[in-house]
Nanobody, 120 residues
Framework: QVQLVESGGGLVQPGGSLRLSCAPSGDISNIVVMGWYRQAPGKQRELVASITTADSKIYGESVKGRFTVFRDGAANSPVYLHMNSLKPEDTAVYYC?????????????WGQGTQVTVSS
C-alpha cells in the first residue's frame, strides 16, 4: 500500500505561479511512476505530468512549456508540480498518483486531491 499526501493548492491570479507537492509513504520502494492528474467540473480526469523513477517525464499538451514536474532527491522522494503562467482553464482539482509494480502485480494509488483555482 502507498499513501499520498498532497499540498500547495489555492487561489492564484491568471499569469501567476503555484507549486504542488506530493509526499509518498508506505511501500514506496514499489513505486515506478508518479504523476499529477486534474479534473475540472464536468470534465474527465486528465494527465498533467508524470515522472518515472528513471526521471523520464511526460506532460499533457495543454501544460507543456508552463508546468514542470520534478522530485527533490532520490527516486520515490516527494514529487512537485511547479505551475507557471496559470490560466483560468487550469482550474481543477489536482490529484497525485503513484503507479507500483511488485512481483508482476501493478498497483494504482491516488491522493485526496487539492483544489487549484485561477481567477482574478
Amino acid at each position: 500500500q502507498v499513501q499520498l499526501v498532497e499540498s500547495g493548492g489555492g487561489l492564484v491570479q491568471p499569469g501567476g505561479s503555484l507549486r504542488l507537492s506530493c509526499a509518498p509513504s508506505g511501500d514506496i520502494s514499489n513505486i515506478v511512476v508518479m504523476g499529477w492528474y486534474r479534473q475540472a467540473p464536468g470534465k474527465q480526469r486528465e494527465l498533467v505530468a508524470s515522472i518515472t523513477t528513471a526521471d523520464s517525464k511526460i506532460y499533457g499538451e495543454s501544460v507543456k512549456g508552463r508546468f514542470t514536474v520534478f522530485r527533490d532527491g532520490a527516486a520515490n522522494s516527494p514529487v512537485y508540480l511547479h505551475m507557471n503562467s496559470l490560466k483560468p482553464e487550469d482550474t481543477a482539482v489536482y490529484y497525485c498518483n503513484a503507479g507500483t509494480l511488485a512481483q508482476l502485480t501493478r498497483g494504482n494509488y491516488w491522493g485526496q486531491g487539492t483544489q487549484v483555482t485561477v481567477s482574478s
